[in-house]
């Protein structure tokens, strides 16, 4: 009788153990975002929240949706399963030459500048919403050609 109220124990014991030892692993649960993979300029410790935040204001800086930069494919439910660690498209390459371009400008030309109305530049400083940045007078919205 004492034998298996030992037994038991023992295989309580031995269930909590093995528990905590999965727990401290580092095991993603399921219900955690998969971590990024493949980034280059961002972070590699960003959080999944800050991810999106930041993939959002390149969406609307240029106007577009995830697969002008991500490898996307359908589904057959209509929706679409992204690759987002591919770097199958050229877009994503120009994409990141640009982050290291406004990370260099607000670095080492804004930054430095003893102005504090300066403000630091973003994507949409120059695209306003569009993949072409607008870089002269002429492709401002409303301005003709006299």
């Known amino acids: 009788m004492k034998a298996t109220a030992t037994l038991k124990i023992l295989s309580v014991l031995l269930l909590i153990c093995t528990i905590l030892i999965l727990n401290s692993t580092g095991q993603v649960r399921s219900d955690e975002p998969p971590k990024p993979q493949n980034l280059k300029v ?3 410790d960003i959080s999944h929240d800050e991810l999106i935040k930041t993939m ?4 609307t800086a240029l106007g577009v949706k995830c ?12 929706k679409m399963d992204f690759d987002f660690a ?3 498209k050229p877009e994503k390459t120009t ?3 640009m982050m290291r371009m406004v990370t260099a ?5 804004i930054g430095k500048m003893k102005d504090d109305k300066l403000e630091r530049i973003t994507c949409v400083t120059c695209h ?3 993949t072409k940045p ?3 007078v002429d492709s401002l919205p409303g301005h003709s050609q006299h």
């Open 86 to 88: 591919s770097d199958t």
């Open 67 to 78: 697969i002008e930069c991500h490898v996307g494919t359908p589904t057959a439910d209509g």
């Open 105 to 109: 400008i607000n670095s080492k030309y």
């Open 128 to 130: 306003r919403g569009s």
């Open 56 to 59: 959002r204001n390149f969406s």
């Open 134 to 136: 607008m870089v002269n």
């Open 95 to 97: 994409a990141r030459e």
């Open 42 to 44: 961002l972070p590699k």
